[in-house]
């Protein structure tokens, strides 16, 4: 339905006309998802990509000219990161209890767009309520997890949870001690937290943080499963992780500045 010859003319003409530079760039793909009518635009690497998103301003005008619901542009760079995470997802739950993922990890080495087949999964699942609270329940709910829930006290009024103790820092950097300790108490054998790890296994449980493991990024988690902010946060640790998210490519530098302009606006 589009063609990269017509969408990189059209970035051009965008760019010239709200006087921005006219840098070269290159497009290596476009796919157009006409049931969910979103358009993805693959450019060559991140300069490219920065080219074509223009602040915001040029894919916001992509938008508007094309008539789509949503136009959302990634660099082969990005991609080819995505499949090597993705293979070594495959050797971690290799030989698990997790290998029913193994569907979901095949689904996104297609991305985009994004296919997930139906899968079930049957084993009783520990929700801790951190950061990336709503997509993490939605995870479990996507996949049919029979999970219970807990989160630190006062931090997710919108949530029905068991509440704990705790400092603010483990909304970012989850107690593995703690989750684990309550997780024996019930026979739980998973535990889905925003950890700085994909997947790790203790003494028969295991902890995962799904969206390392497929290598989803918080803009992207927005849009599968929308977002909640906690109530109050650390805000010496709420920069650390959102570093170490852009770092790791899993969070724009532009929607980290915004988490971190929002709650220091609270704190001044």
Do not use: C
Request: net charge neutral; hydrophobic share 40%.
């Amino acid at each position: 339905m589009f063609t990269v010859r017509e969408i990189e003319t059209l970035v051009r003409e965008i760019r010239r006309e709200h006087g921005l530079p006219e840098s070269p760039f290159r497009i290596d793909e476009v796919r157009y998802e006409e049931g969910e009518d979103k358009l993805f635009i693959i450019a060559h690497d991140r300069t490219d990509k920065s080219v074509v998103i223009g602040n915001s301003l040029v894919i916001g005008k992509l938008r508007e000219r094309l008539k789509v619901k949503q136009v959302t542009v990634y660099s082969t760079l990005d991609l080819l990161v995505k499949w090597k995470k993705l293979e070594e997802a495959e050797k971690l739950i290799k030989g698990t209890k997790l290998e029913f993922l193994k569907p979901i990890i095949e689904a996104e080495k297609r991305f985009p767009p994004r296919k997930w087949p139906e899968v079930m999964g049957n084993i009783k699942t520990l929700v801790f309520l951190s950061f990336n609270a709503r997509p993490l329940l939605g995870f479990a709910e996507r996949l049919g997890l029979p999970y219970w829930t807990v989160g630190l006290r006062y931090t997710f009024p919108e949530f029905e949870y068991e509440p704990v103790d705790g400092d603010l820092k483990e909304l970012f950097f989850p107690d593995e001690r703690k989750l684990l300790s309550l997780a024996k108490k019930k026979n739980t054998e998973l535990i889905l937290a925003d950890f700085p790890f994909p997947l790790r296994e203790e003494g028969g449980i295991y902890l995962l943080n799904p969206f390392r493991l497929l290598h989803i990024g918080f803009f992207e988690l927005k849009y599968l499963f929308g977002f909640e902010f906690p109530t109050m946060v650390d805000y010496e640790a709420l920069i650390e992780f959102v570093a170490k998210l852009t770092y790791d490519g899993l969070m724009e530098s532009t929607d980290g500045a915004k988490i971190i302009w929002r709650y220091w606006r609270r704190k001044r």
